[in-house]
Every structure is written in structure tokens, then in C-alpha cells.
């Protein structure tokens, strides 16, 4: 267990505090209503593989792959947990332990360069973005969604930002980072690093963003951190929308990025008025679907999304905004199951789309 022992140090304080504050906000624990799941659980777990007291099994996998890694947990603990948890699944998937349900992913990603296996090839679909001067990489949950990328592109336009969409490109390794699949993962990156060479570029995807950033050292930034300084710098006329929402702060942008004021900011711009659900910023409740839970737990997500959704509803308004193509379309399936139980519909809708129409 070399590779997680570093962790001892920490895990020990975990042990001796036992304080339990990250069960507070764990979306899986907030459902299953088992500590095993918490964050507290799966250091114990890996303090008992570290000091030999039981061998690695399937039935721990099970525990540890149920995490969003939305880390709602280090937020309210002193110590860096699901860094450690990445690190654990790593350990896992070099023992054979991976989950089998992650193999077809992991063998698309590799064959295609799609975690769909989809045969998409930007360079012809986005073909009139050939004269753009400034890179944006779509990642694979923005791919294959040829109209919604299309309006944001016309968002841009509006804005004089020219985008450019490379050859054929191809997951930059984050899904594969996740799910512990460590020698992937170098492969993927170079191959990223090859196919995409630019110095700054734009970025679709908080997961794609931030992990080019920290993972790989690039100079990404999210499209709308770009919007966000046009709108402040008041190089760009908005209409008053005059609408009332709530804001869902996707795990990867607000609380990992800390891009949480700047949504906001580009909302009250638009003459949004927001109103926060119990959770919110850095505090904020996973959708569920991160953590590669959307393949092995779908029943599972669409619990965490009813109970984001709920949160939704509670604060009365009829729309929940937010700005992450994975959110949204979780939250989508969430707002059903919540309007079927609680007889009230939420409309999911994404912040890209707020823009098309207060630029219009
Ligand atoms: S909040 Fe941190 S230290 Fe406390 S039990 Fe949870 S993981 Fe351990
Ligand atoms: S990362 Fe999220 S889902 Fe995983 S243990 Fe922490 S709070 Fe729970």
C-alpha cells in the first residue's frame, strides 16, 4: 500500500478528531444515511489497508467509487480528502479493483478519444470557426451537443470573441484521472498536449478546466471568467431580463475554481434576481454525477438530483440556472422526479442561454 501510505499522517488526524463535519454536505451520505460513505468511512477504510488489518476488496471499492469527489467534504475539514480518494481508486484499479462498469469508457476514451465512443470529428462539424483567432476546446459533454455549442459560439460572437475549434479534438484525461486510471491518463495528456498546443484557450467544461489547469499546467480559462471581465469592464451592453432564479454552483467551477461571485455578478448584470437554495457557493450540494457515479450509480444520481432540485423548489422561484453542460442535464432528470414527488416544476436552464437572450 506504498502509494497511500504518504496519506497515514492525515488520515490518523482524521482518526483521532473523528469530528464528522464532512458528513454535513455529502450528497451520498445525505441519501444513504451510512457513514461507511462518508468521508470519515473511507479514511478509516484506508487507514485499515495501510496498517495491514484487512486486504483490499470489491466490496470496498463499492464504497470508495460511491463519491461524487464533489468535495463538499474538504470544505468543511482542515485536510485535502478527496485528493487522498483519487489516490485510493488509483490503488484500487492497480489491484484489479477498478469498477468493470468503467471499461467500456475507458476503452472508448482510448479508441476514440471520445468517453462516449461517439466518431465525432470537430474539425468538420465546426468547420466555419476556421477563421476564429481564439482556441475553445469543447470536451466530450459539449461534443457530441452540436446546437448548444453553436449558441454559445453565437454568445461569443456577439461579444467580438472569435472563437476557433481545433482538428479533432480529442478528452483531455480528466474522466480517466477520476476514476484512477493513472497509465491512461499520462497517455491521454500527451496526447492532449500534442493535438492541442495552444498557449491560452478558452474552455466549455469545469472539469475540463480545471484540470488542464492544475493537472496539466495550462493556461485555460473558462469562457465565462472571459465573460465575466467583458461585462465588468463594461464592454458589453445586456438587457434587464427581469427574472427571478436560483443559481446551482457546479462542483468543479465554484468550489474547487472558486468561480462563484462571477456567475453571479453575470446574472445581476442581466437584471436576474437570485434567490440561494439552502446550499450554495462554496457550501453548495453536489448534482450527483460526478465522480463517474452517472455509470456505476444511475439510480443513486437521480436520487442526489431530486434532492438538489428539492433545494430548488424550496426557494420558490421556477427556474434553477446554472453553468455546466453534466448539471444540467442531471438536474434536468432531477427536476422531473422532484415535480413528479413534490408537484412543482423547476425549469433547468443554462446560463449561456440567459446571455443569448439579454444580448439580443
Ligand atoms: S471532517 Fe475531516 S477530520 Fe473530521 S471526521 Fe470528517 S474527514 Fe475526518
Ligand atoms: S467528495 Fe463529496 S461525495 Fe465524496 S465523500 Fe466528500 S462530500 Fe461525500
Redesign the pocket.
Same mark, same amino acid.
Request: contains cysteine; charged residues 5%.
Given at each position: 500500500m506504498s502509494g497511500i501510505e504518504e496519506h497515514r499522517a492525515d488520515i490518523e488526524t482524521c482518526f483521532g478528531t473523528s469530528c464528522n463535519f +464532512?458528513e454535513r =454536505? &455529502?450528497?451520498?451520505?445525505k441519501i444513504l444515511r451510512i457513514r461507511t460513505?462518508?468521508?470519515r468511512g473511507?479514511n478509516r477504510a484506508m487507514l485499515g489497508l495501510i496498517d495491514g488489518h484487512y486486504d483490499a476488496s470489491d466490496k470496498m471499492a463499492d464504497v470508495v467509487f460511491s +463519491?461524487?469527489? &464533489? %468535495?463538499? +467534504?474538504d470544505v468543511h475539514c482542515s485536510l485535502p =480528502?478527496?485528493e487522498r480518494?483519487i489516490d485510493l481508486r488509483r490503488e484500487l484499479v492497480k489491484k484489479g479493483l477498478g469498477k468493470p462498469e468503467y471499461d467500456g469508457a475507458m476503452k472508448a476514451m482510448k479508441e476514440t478519444g471520445d468517453v462516449y465512443g461517439r466518431p465525432i470529428s470537430t474539425s468538420k462539424i465546426f468547420e466555419d470557426t476556421k477563421d476564429g483567432d481564439m482556441p475553445l476546446y469543447l470536451g466530450c459533454q459539449y461534443k457530441g451537443n452540436k446546437n448548444e455549442v453553436w449558441d454559445i459560439i453565437k454568445v461569443l460572437e456577439k461579444m467580438d470573441i472569435k472563437v476557433k475549434i481545433t482538428d479533432d479534438e480529442s478528452c483531455c484525461g480528466y474522466i480517466a484521472h477520476v476514476l484512477g486510471y493513472e497509465d491512461d491518463v499520462e497517455k491521454l495528456t500527451l496526447k492532449f498536449k500534442k493535438d492541442y498546443p495552444h498557449e491560452e484557450f478558452l474552455t466549455l467544461c469545469p472539469s475540463c478546466t480545471m484540470f488542464t489547469q492544475e493537472e496539466m499546467d495550462l493556461n485555460s480559462v473558462h469562457a465565462l471568467k472571459h465573460v465575466h471581465g467583458l461585462i465588468m469592464d463594461r464592454k458589453v451592453k445586456l438587457k434587464d431580463l427581469d427574472m427571478d432564479v436560483t443559481y446551482h454552483d457546479p462542483c468543479d467551477l465554484g468550489r474547487k475554481m472558486g468561480l462563484i461571485e462571477e456567475p453571479r455578478d453575470i446574472l445581476w448584470a442581466m437584471g436576474v434576481r437570485i434567490h440561494e437554495m439552502e446550499n450554495y457557493g462554496y457550501f453548495s450540494l +453536489?448534482c450527483g454525477a460526478g %465522480?463517474g457515479m452517472l455509470i456505476t450509480d444511475p439510480e443513486l444520481v437521480e436520487e442526489m438530483s431530486k434532492q438538489r432540485m428539492k433545494q430548488a423548489i424550496d426557494t420558490g422561484v421556477d427556474i434553477l440556472v446554472t453553468a455546466c453542460p453534466t448539471c444540467e442535464s442531471t438536474l434536468l432528470t432531477g427536476s422531473m422526479l422532484a415535480r413528479k414527488e413534490y408537484k412543482k416544476r423547476v425549469k433547468v436552464m443554462s446560463l449561456w442561454e440567459l446571455l443569448d437572450q439579454a444580448l439580443e
Open positions: +464532512c =454536505n &455529502c450528497p451520498v451520505y460513505y462518508t468521508s473511507k +463519491c461524487t469527489l &464533489c %468535495g463538499a +467534504c =480528502n478527496t480518494f +453536489c %465522480g
